[in-house]
């Protein structure tokens, strides 16, 4: 991983609960609310993630790209059980943690269910990576231990490389079908994003940690430069992808 510019990335300085490890930062009832919460949201994802998988499996052309999405699909199921068991090593009930997230990832999920193969390669790198671009934003502000974690469960499956691989070979045999893609990773980062604002926004002790209610949470002006961010490394990631942003 690069060393992130101090001026730019609030990952330069840990300071506050961002340098204490979680048998300090727990101490802080709404610091231990936030994380939990945050281990839930992401549990889900992880589960929500392996279905998919599973489902777009089905899909796939040959049966070396099923293969492939099934390796996927046991990793993100690996992932979620990493989470689960750090949820119930902090006392925390997983499904009651869960829970509170699971009918936003289901309807998200829902209103993008993609028509083909292609559409679901690029919703499984556009959206997933909108929502590990979020949550590694997150992770700068939470204790070295779950920091960690989490940074942990957001590492590369293999998809990305995957996707950009049969994307940009589709796109090459029919120019035409570049469009229709650029429009559905639109839709997708729209969607992707009203998503993760719904989560926070639904949850009093996640978004209090991200506007500032925690030490060292993000105020108003980081949160805007967040989503900067997070929409700068999507037009990258649709360039790859041979896609115009």
């Known amino acids: 991983m690069e060393t992130p510019d101090e001026t730019t990335d609030p990952a330069s300085k840990l300071t506050g609960i961002a340098a204490q490890d979680w048998a300090q930062a727990s101490a802080d009832p709404q610091y231990r609310a936030a994380v939990v919460d945050l281990l839930g949201a992401l549990a889900y994802g992880e589960l929500a ?3 998919r998988l599973a489902e777009d499996a089905k899909l796939a ?4 790209d099923k293969a492939e999405l099934a390796k996927m699909a046991s990793a993100e199921f690996h992932h ?3 989470l689960r068991d750090r949820l119930t090593a902090i006392d925390s009930s997983p ?3 869960m829970e509170p997230f699971a009918a936003a990832l289901d309807e998200f999920h829902r209103q993008t269910a993609p028509s ?3 559409e679901g390669l690029v919703k499984a790198y556009v959206g997933d990576s909108i929502a590990s671009d979020f949550y590694r934003e997150v992770a700068v502000r939470l204790d070295s231990d779950t920091r960690k974690l989490v940074l942990r469960v957001l590492d590369d499956t293999g998809h990305a490389s995957f996707a950009v691989e049969k994307v940009r070979a589709a796109i090459e045999a ?6 229709r893609l650029a429009l559905w ?3 997708l980062m729209g969607e992707a994003l009203s998503q993760a604002q719904r989560v926070v926004a639904d949850r009093d002790a996640l978004s209090t940690m991200l506007v500032g209610g925690v030490a060292d949470g993000f105020d108003l002006a980081e949160v805007g430069k967040m989503f900067s961010r997070i929409t700068e490394a999507h037009t ?4 790859a992808l041979g896609l115009a942003a």
């Open 236 to 239: 990258k990631r649709m360039a």
């Open 95 to 97: 499904t009651e943690a």
């Open 49 to 51: 993630a392996f279905e």
């Open 116 to 118: 083909d193969w292609l």
């Open 174 to 179: 029919e120019p035409r079908v570049g469009g």
């Open 185 to 187: 990773a639109r839709r």
């Open 61 to 64: 052309p040959t049966l070396e």
């Open 80 to 82: 979620f059980e990493q």
